[in-house]
């Protein structure tokens, strides 16, 4: 397998009251993740161990890419999300392993089976829609697919969650962040919904980790929770 240099580029997760999460936190994914050999801190910081993380903490999460893409003459940029904190390095490797196989897929992305109807349900919660190939037919807050035979209600192995991490080819992401937000994009407020409305092609990975999004304050207490109890 040819080896791709990459990049990260590590947001931060915002709620009304602020920052909830410095992407400081998602430091040690960026550590530990094998595939990552060419990583820059954005706050100047230099690492002895030649791995880093890109943190733009300061800047929109669309304009932080911009400039790793525009830095960088990288060929694949790996977008983690400050609001996922609890990103395992292995989902890293697994995006950037299904990149590598597919050299015409211009953006991938992580999903995972739902297992309960709670999380199914629940609009804080994306789900994702994808063909036998593994591309993406839709994202969406709603409980989607719908099942007539169950009544609407939760079908096990039917639906999957969409996991916040995203590869980008550098080309393709050059012109991604120019486009403006589609009318999918800003009904849904999902930003992955503009490649597909200009007909680009997302690659969707099933894996078998999972990592819960902070998006509400009582979802920092939960995570918080399952980081410390970590060994």
Not at 79 to 85: H, L, S, T
Not at 102 to 111: E, I, K, R, S, V
Not at 201 to 210: M, N, S
Request: some cysteine.
């Amino acid at each position: 397998m040819s080896h791709i240099p990459e990049l990260v580029y590590a947001g931060r997760a915002e709620l009304a009251e602020g920052p909830v999460w410095h992407a400081g936190a998602l430091w040690w994914v960026d550590i530990l993740a094998g595939t990552l050999n060419r990583l820059e801190p954005a706050t100047g910081l230099n690492t002895s161990r030649g791995l880093g993380a890109f943190v733009g903490a300061a800047v929109p999460t669309s304009d932080g890419r911009w400039l790793v893409a525009r830095q960088y003459d990288c060929e694949l940029v790996v977008n983690v999300q400050g609001d996922e904190p609890l990103l395992r390095p292995e989902m890293i490797d697994q995006l950037v392993a299904g990149m590598e196989q597919d050299p015409a897929a211009q953006m991938g992305t992580l999903a995972r089976a739902i297992e309960s109807a709670e999380v199914w349900a629940n609009p804080n919660v994306v789900k994702v829609l994808f063909g036998t190939t593994g591309n993406a037919l839709y994202f969406s807050r709603c409980s989607v697919p719908y099942s007539p035979d169950a009544s609407g209600g939760f079908v096990r192995g039917a639906a999957h969650k969409h996991i916040g991490i995203y590869a980008y080819r550098r080309a393709f992401l050059l012109r991604f962040v120019a486009w403006p937000q589609s009318p999918l994009e800003q009904t849904e407020k999902l930003e992955q919904l503009r490649a597909l409305e200009n007909g680009v092609t997302i690659k969707v990975f099933v894996t078998p980790y999972d990592s819960i999004g902070v998006d509400r304050p009582e979802d920092v207490e939960l995570v918080e929770d399952i980081l410390r109890k970590q060994p």
